[in-house]
């Protein structure tokens, strides 16, 4: 039947008349899924990103370098990237901004093996370590050689892939490989708990800021409300996460089933343990801290041979940020 104009018009203005259109938006992860990336998963499933008006998509990425790429090119409007890597790439030319922290503390580390246990920087010297090319810690390594008094170049870098690092120390392909610290029970199930040697970064001096959401400046110029909406709803994901971790993982696993849901949880316990600080216990979760961030690149400046320095105020902003509370107690 034909509708007249105005009640047309009318029809067409009322209320949930239509869905409101959601806006493509792409974030690019760091890796394959793990642990930290769960909570971008239940987020989706749960609606978060629906009801802030954003179509997500996430993208797998072959290390920070590759997602850092993708956010300053436009191929992502989000991407998760170590912090170290992303200093170096401002100071290479790269239009990004770090808008929200994960890890509040540095999960940085080499594992090995008992029977070449690399428990100390110097131990280093000489060994094979393998990683990506575009991996967070071997891009961050010159300025945590330095900073220990060691030759950047005294180690020999093989290049694996992501996937392959807990198989190529297993099998003796390579003497340590450079993984986060929350992937400790992959390397455990494979080499055994007893024969798995670790060297925390932060044991050693070197606690820079680590995991990070980061947009170009293009993005943040022309989607500041979508980039606060999807840092709301992500941060939402985590507060979940946090509080229904296994309701959490089962939604992980429907929403990507190639994970070991049992190595998840221990991944994804040492990661929160990262963020139960009285920095976001005071702020929320992602803040930034002036002084920390002014720390991290003041080593990025002195020891990672950057094109050239960067200015700490400059290369973040905690202006898209929500005040999403940490639902746990700080971690003694």
């Known amino acids: 039947m034909y509708l007249p104009t105005l009640a047309l018009a009318a029809l067409l203005a009322a209320p949930g008349a239509f869905a409101q259109a959601r806006q493509p938006f792409k974030l690019a992860i760091n890796w ?23 179509d997500v998509a996430i993208e797998n990425s072959k290390g920070s370098g590759d997602s850092l790429a993708k956010a300053d090119t436009g191929r992502a409007d989000v991407a998760i990237a170590d912090t170290g890597v ?43 370590i393998g990683a990506p ?24 870098w093989v290049n694996i892939e992501p996937t392959a690092k807990v198989p190529a120390l297993a099998t003796k392909r390579v003497d340590g490989v450079a993984d986060l610290l929350t992937g400790g029970p992959n390397y455990e ?39 606060k909406a999807f840092l709301r709803a992500a941060y939402a994901g985590w507060r979940d996460v946090m509080v229904d971790r296994e ?26 343990d990262l963020m139960r600080t009285a920095r976001y216990a005071q702020h929320g979760l992602g803040w930034i801290e002036d002084k920390k961030m002014c720390d991290s690149a003041e080593i990025a400046n002195k020891y990672m041979g950057l094109a050239k320095p960067v200015d700490c105020k ?8 929500p005040n999403v509370k940490l639902p746990l107690p700080v971690k003694n």
Not at 38 to 49: C, I, M, R, S, W
Not at 97 to 114: A, L, W
Not at 138 to 154: C, K, L, T, V
Not at 314 to 321: D, E, G, I
């Open 32 to 54: 394959f899924p793990t642990g930290d990336h769960g909570p971008y998963f239940v987020a989706l499933d749960k609606g978060y990103f629906d009801k802030e008006g954003l």
């Open 133 to 156: 090319p575009g991996d967070s810690q071997r891009m961050s390594w010159p300025a945590f050689a330095r900073q220990n008094g060691i030759d950047p170049n005294s180690v020999t």
């Open 189 to 227: 199930q494979a080499i055994g708990a007893d024969k798995v040697v670790t060297m925390p970064w932060a044991k050693f001096g070197f606690n820079m800021y680590s995991m990070a959401f980061i947009a170009s400046e293009e993005t943040l110029a022309k989607k500041p409300e979508q980039v």
């Open 86 to 128: 992303v200093l170096a790439g401002i100071a290479r030319g790269a239009k990004v901004k770090i808008i929200g922290m994960i890890f509040d503390e540095t999960p940085q580390n080499i594992f090995s093996r008992v029977d070449v246990p690399l428990r100390t920087p110097k131990d280093l010297v000489g060994k094979s």
């Open 314 to 321: 400059a290369v973040f902003t905690n202006a898209y940020l």
């Open 247 to 272: 309701p959490s993982l089962v939604i992980y696993k429907k929403r990507a089933p190639e994970i070991e849901v049992d190595y998840i949880r221990k991944n994804q316990a040492m990661g929160i």
